[in-house]
């Protein structure tokens, strides 16, 4: 059964820092580009971010370039999202999303992922 998990979602105060944490399970990670997106309250889904399968390749929005950071260990079947300067407009629910092969053109309008995870709520708020 294919199951994205994502995990380290919180309440954090504007400056700090989270660690989002995406785990695969059901599929070889390695095969899949993987990518994080959010979507506030109102708004629509948008991606953040996405890196290769093997992780030499990676794509950032513009609005959190600098301050967030992809990485994989594809050996842990894990996909992480550190995020730091964080501030109210990151507050949304992200998600990972897992697209086999290379990323696609329009991978933050989400083309190209074939699984979702459910998400986890990140709030950024003193």
């Known amino acids: 059964q294919v199951q994205l998990v994502e995990s380290g979602g919180g309440l954090v105060q504007p400056g700090g820092s989270l660690r989002l944490s995406c785990a695969a399970s059901g599929f070889t990670l390695n095969e899949y580009v993987i990518g994080w997106f959010r979507q506030a309250p109102g708004k629509e889904r948008e991606g953040v971010s996405c890196?290769?399968?093997?992780?030499?390749?990676?794509y950032y929005a513009d609005s959190v370039k600098g301050r967030y950071t992809i990485s994989r260990d594809n050996a842990k079947n894990t996909v992480y999202l550190q995020m730091d300067g964080l501030n109210p407009g990151d507050t949304a629910v992200y998600y990972c999303?897992?697209?086999?092969?290379?990323?696609?053109?329009?991978?933050?309008?989400?083309?190209?992922?074939?699984?979702w995870g459910n998400g986890t709520l990140v709030t950024v708020s003193s």
């Open positions: 999303g897992a697209g086999l092969g290379t990323v696609a053109a329009g991978w933050r309008l989400g083309y190209g992922m074939d699984y």
């Open positions: 890196v290769s399968r093997s992780g030499g390749i990676t």
